[in-house]
Each structure stands twice: as structure tokens, then as C-alpha cells.
């Protein structure tokens, strides 16, 4: 995988970025990015030195336009599409990184593009980013984890709204909704977000990783099991801190 590829990655200082390789489409989304980042984020799930993702999208029109529509038929069947679809699952392997995962976003943020940024724990925007799930006025509903994990972000009524009327939404919009964690001006984007990285790998590793999970499988639960599965992953880092040479 190199930098002529859909999508690849860099390490540096025990921090991947991961870049989404298309400009000159506004990184639409298609098959060959899905399949790159599949081996990218396979790839930083094994790699024990990483300490944070940060994604990112090349050229200055946006982080990602969405689905590449032109490829909408070019597949053998749904049966197989859908196959291959779930058999290469990106964002199951975003949502479930043991690190802290961030995605700087700009410009264009449409349908799958938002969706991939969703998966992630954090969404550093440029105060100029537009952002749009057209999926319902195509006639489609989003497939790329957008039903679900929108509405786990900012509720159900406003993520219906957003959905259903397929409306465009500004950064500002996104930030007061909750989307957004961080706002910048373009100069500052990439500072503002190695700065949240910063504040989060300077943490216990094993607490911060426990952490991520206490709160994405709570939330997947009522508050009661909630709080079984927090307790138990808080008995888990105790014992591992008493059990582990200082």
C-alpha cells in the first residue's frame, strides 16, 4: 500500500495516520478504499506500539464526499456485495480499536464520509465543513453504521430530523448537536487535533482503554448492565495495577 493507493497510512511517533487517498473524487468512498482500510486498520489493530488513529482526508474540497456512485451496479450481485461488505467490515474495526481514534475533518463530510467519522471516538472539524446523510432523499438508507451511531451521538429526535429530511448542517450546527468535539480555523485544524491527542495518550494506557469500552458497551445496554460491565472493567485494571511489577 503506498501513496498512490485509495487510502494508506503513516506511523509516527506511535501515532498512525490513516489518510483517505482520493482528492480528485472528494475521497468518495469506494471499494478500493474500503478494502485498503480494512488492511490499514487490521494492520494498527496488531501493532502494540500505536498509542492513537488519526484520519484524515487529502486535498482541500473534503474529508470524504460519500459513496462513489458510479460504482452503484458494477458488482456481480447485492448477494455478493453485501458479502463482501460485512467480510471487509471497516467500521467494526474502527469502533472497536483498543486506542483513541480521531478524525479531522474539512470541507465536504457527506454519508459515508460522516459515518466513518462517527465510528471514531472523536471529530475535529474546520469551521467551514459541510455536512449532509442524503441517503433517505437517494432513496436509500445509510449502510455504513449511520442509523446507529448517529442517534447514539445526539439523540433520536434530532438524528431523525437530520436523517429524514437529508438537510445540510454546518460545523457550528454539528458542534452544538454534539457531533463535533473540537472546532478550528483551517491553519490550526491538524495543531487542534494532535493537541486532543496529546491530552489523551498522556493517560494509563490500560485505563484508557478500558475506559473506551466501559462507556460503548454500557451505552449498548441498559444502565443497570451498564454498571456490571463498568464495575467489572474497573476490578480488571485494579487487579492488573496490584498484579503488574512497578
Same mark, same amino acid.
Given at each position: 500500500?503506498?501513496?498512490?493507493?485509495?487510502?494508506?497510512?503513516?506511523?509516527?511517533?506511535?501515532?498512525?495516520?490513516?489518510?483517505?487517498?482520493?482528492?480528485?473524487?472528494?475521497?468518495?468512498?469506494?471499494?478500493?478504499?474500503?478494502?485498503?482500510?480494512?488492511?490499514?486498520?487490521?494492520?494498527?489493530?496488531?501493532?502494540?506500539?500505536?498509542?492513537?488513529?488519526?484520519?484524515?482526508?487529502?486535498?482541500?474540497?473534503?474529508?470524504?464526499?460519500?459513496?462513489?456512485?458510479?460504482?452503484?451496479?458494477?458488482?456481480?450481485?447485492?448477494?455478493?456485495?453485501?458479502?463482501?461488505?460485512?467480510?471487509?467490515?471497516?467500521?467494526?474495526?474502527?469502533?472497536?480499536?483498543?486506542?483513541?481514534?480521531?478524525?479531522?475533518?474539512?470541507?465536504?463530510?457527506?454519508?459515508?464520509? *460522516?459515518?466513518? @467519522?462517527?465510528?471514531?471516538?472523536? !471529530?475535529? $472539524? =474546520?469551521?467551514?465543513?459541510?455536512?449532509? +446523510?442524503?441517503?433517505?432523499?437517494?432513496?436509500?438508507?445509510?449502510?455504513?453504521?449511520?442509523?446507529?451511531?448517529?442517534?447514539?451521538?445526539?439523540?433520536?429526535?434530532?438524528?431523525?430530523?437530520?436523517?429524514?429530511?437529508?438537510?445540510?448542517?454546518?460545523?457550528?450546527?454539528?458542534?452544538?448537536?454534539?457531533?463535533?468535539?473540537?472546532?478550528?480555523?483551517?491553519?490550526?485544524?491538524?495543531?487542534?487535533?494532535?493537541?486532543?491527542?496529546?491530552?489523551?495518550?498522556?493517560?494509563?494506557?490500560?485505563? *484508557?482503554?478500558? @475506559?473506551?469500552?466501559?462507556?460503548? !458497551?454500557? $451505552? =449498548?445496554?441498559?444502565?443497570?448492565?451498564? +454498571?456490571?460491565?463498568?464495575?467489572?472493567?474497573?476490578?480488571?485494571?485494579?487487579?492488573?495495577?496490584?498484579?503488574?511489577?512497578?
Amino acid at each position: 500500500m503506498t501513496q498512490n493507493s485509495a487510502a494508506y497510512y503513516e506511523v509516527n511517533d506511535n501515532k498512525a495516520y490513516v489518510y483517505l487517498n482520493r482528492p480528485d473524487q472528494i475521497n468518495a468512498f469506494n471499494v478500493a478504499m474500503r478494502d485498503d482500510l480494512h488492511s490499514i486498520f487490521t494492520a494498527i489493530h496488531i501493532d502494540d506500539s500505536l498509542k492513537a488513529v488519526i484520519i484524515s482526508g487529502k486535498g482541500e474540497k473534503g474529508f470524504c464526499s460519500g459513496a462513489d456512485l458510479t460504482e452503484f451496479g458494477s458488482t456481480p450481485s447485492r448477494v455478493v456485495a453485501r458479502k463482501a461488505r460485512y467480510l471487509r467490515d471497516v467500521w467494526d474495526l474502527i469502533q472497536n480499536l483498543p486506542i483513541p481514534s480521531i478524525a479531522i475533518l474539512h470541507g465536504y463530510t457527506i454519508g459515508s464520509g *460522516l459515518e466513518l @467519522a462517527m465510528c471514531c471516538d472523536f !471529530r475535529v $472539524a =474546520e469551521f467551514k465543513t459541510q455536512f449532509r +446523510l442524503p441517503e433517505v432523499a437517494l432513496a436509500m438508507l445509510p449502510f455504513a453504521t449511520g442509523s446507529q451511531t448517529l442517534p447514539r451521538l445526539i439523540g433520536n429526535p434530532k438524528a431523525l430530523e437530520l436523517l429524514l429530511t437529508s438537510k445540510w448542517f454546518t460545523a457550528e450546527e454539528a458542534s452544538d448537536l454534539g457531533l463535533i468535539n473540537r472546532l478550528a480555523e483551517s491553519h490550526q485544524l491538524k495543531a487542534v487535533a494532535e493537541n486532543l491527542v496529546s491530552e489523551l495518550i498522556d493517560k494509563p494506557a490500560t485505563a *484508557l482503554q478500558f @475506559a473506551k469500552q466501559a462507556i460503548k !458497551r454500557g $451505552a =449498548e445496554n441498559h444502565l443497570s448492565d451498564g +454498571l456490571v460491565i463498568e464495575q467489572k472493567l474497573a476490578e480488571s485494571i485494579f487487579s492488573l495495577r496490584t498484579t503488574q511489577p512497578k
